[in-house]
């Protein structure tokens, strides 16, 4: 199957810093990539909606400062934690949908950062 | 509400034994069904898509009933490597929206 890779795959911050965590399709062009928090037995919450080449789609509740989403090119979106705080500490998991099938969505192995 | 509702288990099962997850969603206007497998700090995988004429793959049948807007998976002969959190997920739009997941663990 198509191949969405995450980096860094953990991280360890500082309250007060930022945090940039890239999403990579490998083998497909994804104009459209996803971005989840999963918290300690919740479930995946869509935080966001990133189209290549234009502003993100935030879900309610999600701050779009704090978040800032990027999605420059067709194989690569980017989110970046902002002054981060303890309770960010999350399961960051990104996911995209390649651009010819427009169907399935291939989720990226996450991103575990804990904030101090 | 949550508009996907899963029991969170955990489901505890010797190997060899059939267990059966459900899952109710509540807008009735989603459009697709699937079944994903979350192994521990992993990423959801897909397992199964789910239709209403049921399908089956292996050990494993999911079922669909819209009136109902109920949805549930059967494991057959339990193994293991089944052990995992199993996620009900609704596609509206272009979103997903999953469930909390409910949790296997297969015992020799």
């Known amino acids: 199957g198509a191949v969405v890779s995450q980096h860094p795959s953990r991280v360890i911050c500082k309250s007060g810093t930022s945090v940039k965590i890239e999403c990579r399709s490998l083998?497909?062009?994804?104009?459209?990539m996803f971005w989840y928090r999963q918290f300690p037995k919740k479930s995946l919450m869509l935080m966001a909606t990133s189209n290549e080449g234009s502003k993100a789609t935030y879900e309610q509740g999600v701050e779009k400062d704090k978040f800032l989403i990027n999605h420059a090119s067709l194989t690569l979106s980017t989110l970046t934690v902002t002054s981060a705080h303890p309770e960010d500490s999350s399961f960051y998991i990104c996911?995209?949908?390649?651009?010819?099938?427009?169907?399935?969505?291939?989720f990226g192995p996450g991103t575990r950062l804990t904030v101090t | 509400r949550k508009e996907v509702e899963q029991d969170p288990g955990p489901f505890n099962v010797p190997e060899g034994a059939t267990v059966a997850f459900n899952c109710t969603y509540s807008n009735s206007a989603s459009q697709s069904f699937f079944w994903y497998r979350q192994d521990c700090r992993k990423e959801p995988k897909l397992l199964m898509s789910?239709?209403?004429s049921g399908n089956e793959d292996g050990r494993f049948t999911a079922q669909l009933n819209r009136a109902s807007q109920y949805i549930s998976l059967l494991i057959r002969d339990s193994k293991l490597s089944d052990s995992a959190t199993y996620l009900c997920v609704v596609r509206n739009t272009d979103k997903l929206i999953f469930g909390t997941g409910t949790r296997l663990q297969v015992f020799p």
């Open positions: 789910v239709y209403s």
């Open positions: 996911s995209a949908r390649d651009r010819i099938s427009a169907y399935e969505q291939y």
């Open positions: 083998d497909f062009q994804a104009t459209t």
